[in-house]
């Protein structure tokens, strides 16, 4: 045109301006822009101004856009509209907002394109703030009678991204022009704030109305069937998609593809789908490392991720270092894990969130705590992930009463966040730390591990108030938390109430009535769960698992036959096959119940390929039982063999040696100890008082009450002696006089922490007590008398099983 010596005008402009902003190309459209100043289209023609804004909005920076929205003489809507636009291009929400304020004192009528903005403006905003402006906005839209299908679909984003679904629902139910958008938002919607079911629910609502999902839908709900592991579901959808060329070559739906195989376990189905995208892009590579790397495919994601960036080209960015992180720390064949760190470092990534929750995790999973507390202690902003990822660290190590001080600390943090959010633009800056799912199903071990049933009940509370304790994973944790607690009908209630089960919760439940001692329950609960599984058509089978938690429970119940019975069942009826934890179970079994040669047998009879460190563990324990010298240094020979550096194996031996007197050996075995550097874990014992967790080591004179314990331990043990206590020992395994071996019972751990509980608490209340090791045949005696003289009832939960003491006897009748 202008070659043919024709002088573009305003109609022109605005024609190849518009074209220059969708090819992106700045340098052209400035060229257009700088012909547009000098045939003064650039002021007198307001739609050339306005297409100039808004390829600026997309191509330029915000000065440039200012700087020709400030140079047009006569501002119409379309102006307004460009420059609110471009300023949210900019994420300038506050700004935007300003600016939608100016455009109504300037007596500018809005449309729909400008609520359109404003909507995504204030869904950008604190809650609070946001609820308040957006609902205006709604509030305008009704009082025009605005009803068009976009901005509707604009409202729906901003009360769905401001955490408001059933409204963003609402809306959505009130209008008939629903349009792809409209599915599109809901589904994601739903599907990004884990209400996955509905948003399946939508999902066939839109096939039924007819309407044909394109990629955005597909991406939005293969998450769904991801989470839920719905794999069948996954299928159909990857089928609609092989049907839809422009669907299975879309990056996007690949991506989506391969996290839901691959959180549904099929691996290789993830793969092949990965290998056949032709439209690679970085988040499809991000997609499969992490697959590889969740289903412990290290060396997979470690190769696929230097073929990534040796091959591809492609660079990675803060997704992949998060996802690859994990496969280079477990990959035992990886030996620079600490150099991950400064790989991280060189790349520019150090500062960002999610990078740093992974080499904290990183740290965590070496064994160094105390790192990933600093680099959680230096970050400027902690997400959930940051919290739970330190909380996890904590209970993954042990240390469970720092995971329960940092949940409190995290709950603090979470009251000052609400305050500063009352004046702050962005709730984000601060960092949300509001427990979630993960953190309470992560945190509640730690509550049963320490006995801490208060501090659990406040957790199951917060659940509950926050609409949680309906999640699974939740729901399975409180389970299992009121079980270690000692309390049976708890758990069993909160089982019932159970609107989803999955196996995980049904072997929490079987395992708690197994700890309880309870086997005729458990095998009750195992046979409903076969049955409702094949009545009803239930994917809930019983797993490896399931039958360690069953044989757990047949042993401690002395149910010998039943136990095996179903041992030898166990493959044809349920296609399970025995491994080397069903052998070390049934091992226990036998051992237990003093049938030393039958379970000697079985461990001589176990496949040749497998790994008998565990039956030989179960073995040698049910010697140290039963006395059994003879079967108990065949044990412990193999066992040292094959684990010669762990300290319960020596232990154990020595422990035989001492209970038959045999003074020497039990003393060379120490010995050994000592040259290997092998150390003893000393006994331990918790119980909850108030808001905290007392610990007691044996023998141990640290606790602030500890001169008043053992005085009262003494002035118990001769009310005991009275009532026919005779203390037993036997269990002192060291070579000393008799009086001595008295005092040293006098300071077991589990005695000093019931000596506190009675103590501390009002008359009648029962005693909860936690302890790491097997409980000794003299604390088991003693605690049976104390429970009758002080007329409570004591639970003490061993490394095994439950007691509860109650007038004089134990639940476990003596048999553990």
């Known amino acids: 045109m202008t070659q043919a010596g024709a002088e573009p005008d305003n109609f022109a402009f605005p024609a190849v301006l518009k074209a220059a902003t969708c090819i992106h190309d700045f340098?052209?459209?400035?060229?257009?822009?700088?012909?547009?100043?000098?045939?003064?289209?650039?002021?007198?023609?307001?739609?050339?101004?306005?297409?100039?804004?808004?390829?600026?909005?997309?191509?330029?920076?915000?000065?440039?856009?200012?700087?020709?929205?400030?140079?047009?003489?006569?501002?119409?809507?379309?102006?307004?509209?460009?420059?609110?636009?471009?300023?949210?291009?900019?994420?300038?929400?506050?700004?935007?907002?300003?600016?939608?304020?100016?455009?109504?004192?300037?007596?500018?009528?809005?449309?729909?394109?400008?609520?359109?903005?404003?909507?995504?403006?204030?869904?950008?905003?604190?809650?609070?703030?946001?609820?308040?402006?957006?609902?205006?906005?709604?509030?305008?839209?009704?009082?025009?009678?605005?009803?068009?299908?976009?901005?509707?679909?604009?409202?729906?984003?901003?009360?769905?991204?401001?955490?408001?679904?059933?409204?963003?629902?609402?809306?959505?139910?009130?209008?008939?022009?629903?349009?792809?958008?409209?599915?599109?938002?809901?589904?994601?919607?739903?599907?990004?704030?884990?209400?996955?079911?509905?948003?399946?629910?939508?999902?066939?609502?839109?096939?039924?109305?007819?309407?044909?999902?394109?990629?955005?839908?597909?991406?939005?709900?293969?998450?769904?069937?991801?989470?839920?592991?719905?794999?069948?579901?996954?299928?159909?959808?990857?089928?609609?998609?092989?049907?839809?060329?422009?669907?299975?070559?879309?990056?996007?739906?690949?991506?989506?593809?391969?996290?839901?195989?691959?959180?549904?376990?099929?691996?290789?189905?993830?793969?092949?789908?990965?290998?056949?995208?032709?439209?690679?892009?970085?988040?499809?590579?991000?997609?499969?490392?992490?697959?590889?790397?969740?289903?412990?495919?290290?060396?997979?994601?470690?190769?696929?991720?230097?073929?990534?960036?040796?091959?591809?080209?492609?660079?990675?960015?803060?997704?992949?270092?998060?996802?690859?992180?994990?496969?280079?720390?477990?990959?035992?064949?990886?030996?620079?894990?600490?150099?991950?760190h400064g790989y991280v470092v060189k790349l520019g990534f150090w500062t960002d969130r999610y990078v740093q929750n992974a080499v904290m995790d990183m740290y965590s999973r070496l064994g160094k705590i105390e790192v990933s507390r600093h680099i959680f202690d230096s970050m400027e902003i902690r997400d959930i992930v940051s919290w739970n990822t330190m909380i996890t660290a904590y209970v993954l190590c042990g240390c469970h009463e720092n995971a329960l001080m940092l949940i409190k600390e995290m709950q603090k943090v979470e009251e000052k966040v609400e305050e500063k959010n009352e004046d702050c633009a962005d709730e984000r800056t601060i960092g949300p730390s509001k427990p979630n799912a993960i953190t309470l199903m992560t945190v509640l071990p730690g509550c049963a591990a320490l006995a801490a049933l208060a501090k659990g009940k406040e957790i199951h509370a917060y659940a509950i108030r926050n609409a949680l304790a309906s999640d699974v994973a939740v729901g399975s944790a409180l389970v299992d938390m009121y079980a270690k607690s000692g309390c049976l009908n708890l758990s069993r209630a909160v089982f019932d109430g159970m609107p989803i089960r999955n196996v995980i919760t049904w072997n929490v439940i079987i395992m708690a009535y197994g700890m309880h001692g309870k086997g005729e329950k458990t095998l009750e609960i195992f046979r409903t769960m076969v049955a409702e599984e094949r009545q009803r058509g239930e994917k809930v089978k019983p797993n490896e698992v399931t039958f360690i938690a069953i044989f757990a429970a047949c042993s401690h119940s002395g149910m010998v036959n039943e136990g095996l019975n179903l041992f030898y069942r166990m493959k044809n009826d349920h296609g399970i096959e025995p491994t080397v934890d069903h052998y070390a179970c049934v091992v226990d079994l036998l051992g237990r119940a003093g049938k030393m040669k039958e379970a000697y047998e079985l461990v001589n009879a176990m496949p040749p390929e497998c790994d008998k460190a565990g039956a030989w563990s179960s073995l040698l324990g049910a010697c140290r039982i039963h006395q059994e010298v003879e079967i108990g240094e065949i044990a412990a020979q193999n066992l040292l063999q094959l684990e010669p550096n762990v300290a319960s194996h020596y232990v154990l031996l020595s422990n035989i040696y001492s209970s038959a007197r045999l003074w020497d050996k039990a003393t060379e075995v120490r010995k050994t100890m000592k040259e290997l550097g092998v150390r003893k874990e000393p006994g331990c014992s918790w119980i909850e008082f108030g808001e905290e967790v007392h610990k007691f080591i044996a023998g141990d004179v640290s606790h602030p009450q500890s001169k008043e314990l053992h005085g009262f331990l003494e002035l118990l043990s001769e009310r005991m002696k009275k009532a026919g206590y005779v203390p037993d020992t036997s269990c002192v395994l060291q070579n000393v006089d008799e009086e001595e071996k008295e005092i040293l019972l006098c300071g077991h751990s589990e005695k000093l922490a019931i000596a506190f509980g009675i103590l501390n608490t009002p008359p009648g209340t029962t005693i909860r007590v936690a302890k790491n090791l097997r409980v000794c045949n003299d604390c088991h005696v003693a605690t049976k008398y104390i429970s009758k003289i002080v007329g409570r009832e004591i639970i003490v939960r061993d490394v095994r099983r439950f007691h509860h003491f109650r007038d004089g006897s134990c639940s476990c009748g003596d048999y553990w």
């Open 27 to 340: 340098n052209c459209g400035k060229q257009i822009h700088a012909a547009a100043v000098k045939l003064g289209y650039s002021s007198s023609s307001v739609t050339v101004a306005n297409t100039l804004v808004n390829f600026y909005g997309n191509c330029g920076d915000i000065g440039d856009v200012f700087k020709v929205f400030e140079r047009i003489p006569l501002k119409d809507q379309v102006s307004w509209n460009s420059m609110i636009a471009a300023l949210c291009r900019f994420e300038d929400w506050e700004l935007a907002l300003e600016g939608f304020r100016l455009m109504q004192s300037e007596r500018v009528e809005l449309s729909s394109f400008t609520l359109v903005s404003v909507a995504l403006a204030c869904s950008n905003l604190s809650k609070r703030n946001g609820l308040r402006l957006g609902k205006q906005v709604h509030g305008y839209s009704l009082r025009v009678d605005d009803r068009k299908t976009f901005t509707n679909n604009a409202l729906m984003a901003m009360y769905a991204k401001l955490g408001r679904l059933d409204d963003s629902k609402a809306i959505f139910e009130l209008f008939a022009d629903r349009d792809m958008v409209s599915w599109n938002t809901m589904i994601s919607s739903f599907s990004q704030s884990d209400r996955f079911y509905e948003a399946l629910a939508f999902f066939h609502d839109m096939v039924r109305e007819g309407s044909k999902p394109d990629g955005v839908t597909i991406s939005s709900v293969l998450p769904a069937c991801s989470h839920l592991e719905l794999l069948d579901m996954g299928k159909e959808i990857h089928a609609y998609a092989l049907r839809n060329n422009e669907l299975i070559g879309n990056s996007f739906v690949g991506s989506a593809l391969v996290d839901m195989y691959c959180n549904c376990k099929v691996v290789e189905s993830g793969r092949r789908v990965f290998d056949n995208i032709s439209e690679s892009r970085l988040g499809l590579w991000n997609a499969m490392i992490a697959g590889y790397a969740q289903n412990s495919f290290n060396e997979n994601a470690i190769m696929l991720f230097m073929e990534m960036v040796e091959v591809s080209g492609f660079f990675p960015n803060t997704t992949t270092i998060s996802s690859v992180l994990p496969a280079c720390v477990d990959h035992e064949a990886f030996s620079d894990k600490e150099g991950m």
